[in-house]
């Protein structure tokens, strides 16, 4: 399974949870860097350590990600409060999106009290697109834009 990286944990740091996030205590291993190539459309991660390993990710077109959100299996996935929850599902998604070779970035929408774990693929030809992997859904958040019936007050993104 994909580490963390640094950014995403500082993003957890920065975010207000509210009430609808119970954060687990868990040890999490910085290992990855990140740097995209001139042409922007790969990114190359170097692991830190005597595990390290390097793996290659590329902007997929709209049709490639389309394609690769109708084969995976996340959505079909059961909600569980506090068990599995947005967060599951965003960080499940982008690993099988690393897993295909695809660059896949989690995002916290933020909100005055909590929120809610999203994703977004810089597609070669569309830009930026945000995927709900609960629904598999593309989504148009928009800082003070509303979300799920809540204001959002900040769009955190970690690649």
Same mark, same amino acid.
């Given at each position: 399974?994909?580490?963390f990286?640094?950014?995403l %944990? $500082?993003?957890?740091?920065? /975010?207000p949870?509210?009430?609808?996030?119970?954060?687990?205590?868990?040890s999490?291993?910085?290992?990855?860097?990140? =740097?995209? =190539?001139d042409?922007?459309?790969?990114?190359?991660?170097?692991?830190? *350590?005597s595990?390290? #390993?390097?793996?290659?990710?590329?902007?997929?077109?709209?049709?490639?990600?389309?394609?690769?959100?109708?084969?995976?299996?996340?959505?079909?996935?059961?909600?569980?409060?506090?068990?599995?929850? /947005?967060?599951?599902?965003?960080t499940?998604?982008n690993?099988? $999106?690393?897993?295909?070779?695809?660059? /896949?970035?989690?995002?916290?929408? /933020?909100?005055?009290?909590? #929120?809610? $774990?999203?994703?977004?693929?810089? =597609?070669?030809?569309?830009?930026?697109?945000?995927?709900?992997?609960? =629904?598999?859904?593309? %989504?148009?958040?928009?800082? *003070?834009?509303?979300?799920q *019936? #809540?204001?959002? %007050?900040?769009?955190? %993104?970690?690649?």
């Amino acid at each position: 399974m994909r580490e963390f990286i640094f950014p995403l %944990i $500082a993003i957890l740091l920065l /975010c207000p949870w509210g009430d609808t996030f119970q954060p687990e205590t868990t040890s999490i291993e910085v290992s990855v860097s990140s =740097t995209v =190539t001139d042409a922007g459309s790969a990114v190359s991660s170097e692991g830190v *350590g005597s595990t390290s #390993q390097a793996i290659e990710l590329k902007n997929p077109t709209f049709q490639e990600l389309r394609d690769f959100i109708l084969r995976d299996p996340t959505n079909r996935n059961e909600f569980d409060l506090n068990q599995y929850e /947005c967060r599951h599902f965003a960080t499940d998604v982008n690993n099988n $999106a690393d897993a295909e070779g695809l660059r /896949c970035a989690f995002v916290l929408l /933020c909100y005055n009290r909590g #929120q809610h $774990a999203v994703l977004a693929f810089d =597609t070669t030809d569309q830009g930026l697109v945000y995927i709900e992997p609960q =629904t598999d859904a593309r %989504i148009h958040p928009e800082v *003070g834009g509303k979300y799920q *019936g #809540q204001e959002i %007050i900040e769009i955190l %993104i970690a690649w």
